[in-house]
């Protein structure tokens, strides 16, 4: 999974970022972590992966990974292709969602580039970019469409229609994720890759206070959550300056300092769970001595398709997989039990994975 952070400039963008390479770098040595300057990694917060490895004491532990990548620098202009503005539509192109920072705290010593603190305008100035990409893109459509259409064929005249629906919602200043398609449209829209179509996460970045006291006399999130709510975004309360110091500690100090705060987890954390479930996925895992770790796979993932996500072989020869559910195992205290129980299951090509399968794949080689 990709992530792309994007947002105005002095919104706290980098403190988020950074906070979230220094979190992978400590995690987990990723050696391809840094690679790209702009490309964090980091795990999947799985706490059944460290009970898994009680069991197995496996030799190493792999989580899954989400990537994060920082897309600084789309600002005004950046459609027309001004500056380097291609080049930031074109990394957003490549994310699964977008994790929008909007600055949502006071503070007279940090300057905004428009001078005042006004979520409503600033997600406006950021989504008028990925809205003009996406005209000119649905232009192109409309136009081919019409000459196809001349065929005679009116098959083109529903795909015309689907096209103009969305250009009227863009050219209203709204991102075509906040349309309803029906089955048919939605058929048409399938390999139409609009920017504004890929899930949004509106990451409100708050006080340190607010954060810890309580958001709800923010009116900055409120006026977020409201916008939101009219495109179908998802809206996560964050303090990067609360990451950027969680980031700096470790396992035990991190725990402690959130209690402190009063707060469950971190925002990292909360995000990456976020975009789990927005993007609809979810993990199933493999336990062993050599390795337990945690897979990605899409919410309906059948057996095979989730095999090859460990090698396209496992697909291609897939025969079977020896499937038990993660509180199965535990319950039961080793895969010995469970399976003396009935709790392992072989299941065939058509099954369908769900969130904490343990997965044993057999194939013909
Ligand atoms: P970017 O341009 O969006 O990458 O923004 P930066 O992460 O560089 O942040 C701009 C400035 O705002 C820096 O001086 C940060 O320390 C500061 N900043 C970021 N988050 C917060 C916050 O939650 N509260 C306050 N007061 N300052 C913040």
Redesign the pocket.
């Known amino acids: 999974m990709k992530l792309g952070i994007v947002?105005?400039?002095?919104?706290?963008?980098?403190?988020?970022?950074?906070a979230i390479t220094k979190a992978g770098a400590e995690s987990a040595n990723y050696p391809f972590c840094t690679i790209e300057p702009n490309v964090g990694i980091v795990a999947v917060p799985d706490e059944r992966l460290n009970v898994l490895a009680k069991m197995y004491n496996p030799q190493k532990i792999t989580p899954a990974t989400v990537e994060f990548v920082?897309i600084?620098g789309l600002v005004k202009g950046a459609s027309k292709g001004e500056g380097l503005g291609n080049k930031f539509l074109s990394h957003i192109r490549e994310v699964d969602a977008i994790v929008h920072?909007v600055?949502c705290?006071?503070?007279t010593?940090?300057v905004h580039v428009d001078g005042s603190v006004d979520p409503a305008r600033d997600v406006e100035t950021i989504n008028f970019e990925l809205i003009f990409a996406d005209i000119e893109m649905i232009d192109k459509r409309i136009d081919k469409t019409k000459k196809n259409l001349k065929s005679g064929d009116k098959k083109y005249l529903a795909e015309l229609a689907v096209y103009e629906k969305v250009k009227e919602t863009l050219e209203a200043g709204l991102p075509a994720r906040s349309i309803d398609f029906d089955d048919e449209e939605a058929k048409f829209m399938k390999d139409v890759a609009l920017l504004t179509s890929k899930p949004v996460i509106y990451a409100a970045?708050?006080?340190?206070d607010d954060?810890a006291n309580g958001i709800e006399n923010n009116k900055y999130y409120k006026t977020l959550c409201e916008i939101a709510e009219k495109e179908k975004a998802e809206v996560l309360p964050v303090?990067?300056?609360?990451e950027?110091e969680i980031s700096e500690l470790d396992d035990e100090e991190k725990q402690a300092f959130l209690e402190e705060l009063g707060l469950k987890e971190s925002g990292l954390d909360r995000l990456i769970k976020k975009s789990y479930s927005l993007l609809g996925l979810i993990s199933y895992l493999t336990a062993g001595e050599p390795e337990v770790r945690a897979w990605t796979i899409t919410k309906g993932t059948k057996a095979p398709q989730a095999a090859g996500k460990i090698h396209t072989d496992f697909e291609k020869g897939f025969i079977r997989a020896e499937v038990v559910a993660y509180n199965d195992l535990i319950e039961c205290g080793s895969h010995a039990a469970a399976k003396e129980k009935g709790l392992v299951r072989l299941e065939g090509k058509d099954y369908v994975m769900n969130d904490g399968d343990i997965v044993l794949f057999r194939f013909n080689v």
């Open positions: 947002g105005l400039p002095n919104v706290g963008k980098s403190t988020l970022f950074n920082d600084a920072v600055r705290f006071d503070d010593n940090i970045n708050v006080s340190e954060m303090s990067a300056r609360i950027e």
